[in-house]
């Protein structure tokens, strides 16, 4: 591995499959990194028994806080600069991401497969109606309820546990195999099953960049960019 050649330029189609990283300059908590909402808390992720009613409350509780902070955050410049590498080249660019949080859609990317679903829906367990958060009616015991049916809802984020959504994940797989470049953003590659997708296997026939200030590679065959996702995925160009 080495340091990319800094006037390299991307091969389309590309994938950008982004993580926990990708979101960092939005100033948004990463979910289990240093520093993040369940680091040194003692507190686990939420996880499937969760979803229990009598444990709802709770689940909402822990949320609440999150919901909050991605209301009050926008694109970081990594957003910003996926997007701008979309409308450059559209049709050549999607984005896998892990991340729950929007902002690749708030920047402007039109192509964007949600492995982990997102913050900003939810459904309930009546008919499974989807709805977005801004349009829940929320109770007094603190956990939404279906304006259709009143029945509550859960978030519909893929909670510890829990399968990832089969379409999303073939989209992603089969996006990934497609991708002449698959660029890796902020991931670790260490929450699986997601990180399968980006398997040695999966990209075998892909450039393979590798964005992140701290975590290495899985191995030799991904050019490292050692830098932060903001600063950079501004030096990728066409
Ligand atoms: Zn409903």
């Known amino acids: 591995m080495g340091a990319m050649d800094q006037h390299a330029r991307l091969i389309g189609p590309v994938v950008f499959f982004t993580g926990a990283g ?3 300059g939005a100033g948004l908590p ?21 979803l229990e009613p009598d444990r709802l409350p709770g689940l909402w509780a822990r949320f609440a806080p999150r919901l909050r902070a991605r209301e009050a955050s926008g694109p970081a410049p990594a957003h910003h600069a996926i997007a701008a ?21 708030a920047a402007g990317s039109t192509r ?3 492995l982990h ?8 367990f009546g008919a499974g109606h989807s709805l977005a958060v801004v349009d829940a009616r929320w109770g007094d015991d603190g956990v939404p309820q279906c304006p259709e049916c009143g029945e509550p809802c859960r978030p519909n984020v893929v909670l510890f546990g829990e399968m990832l959504p089969r ?7 089969e996006a990934i195999r497609d991708a002449a470049t ?38 030799g065959r991904w050019q490292w960019l050692a830098g932060t ?4 995925l501004a030096r990728l160009a066409w």
């Open 22 to 24: 990708a979101s960092v």
């Open 30 to 50: 990463t979910y289990r990194g240093q520093g993040g909402l369940y680091d040194g808390t003692g507190v686990e992720p939420p996880n499937a028994a969760d």
């Open 85 to 105: 590498l979309e409308r450059q080249a559209p049709g050549e660019v999607v984005v896998v991401t892990q991340n729950v949080d929007g902002l690749h859609q």
């Open 112 to 114: 964007v497969i949600e």
């Open 117 to 124: 679903g997102s913050l900003g829906t939810m459904r309930c």
């Open 167 to 173: 379409a999303a994940w073939e989209a992603g797989g």
């Open 182 to 219: 698959v660029v890796a953003v902020g991931t670790s590659a260490s929450v699986q099953p997601a990180a399968s997708l980006i398997s040695a296997a999966a990209t075998a026939h892909s450039v393979r960049i590798w964005v992140n200030p701290r975590d290495e590679p899985p191995d």
């Open 229 to 232: 996702a903001d600063e950079e």
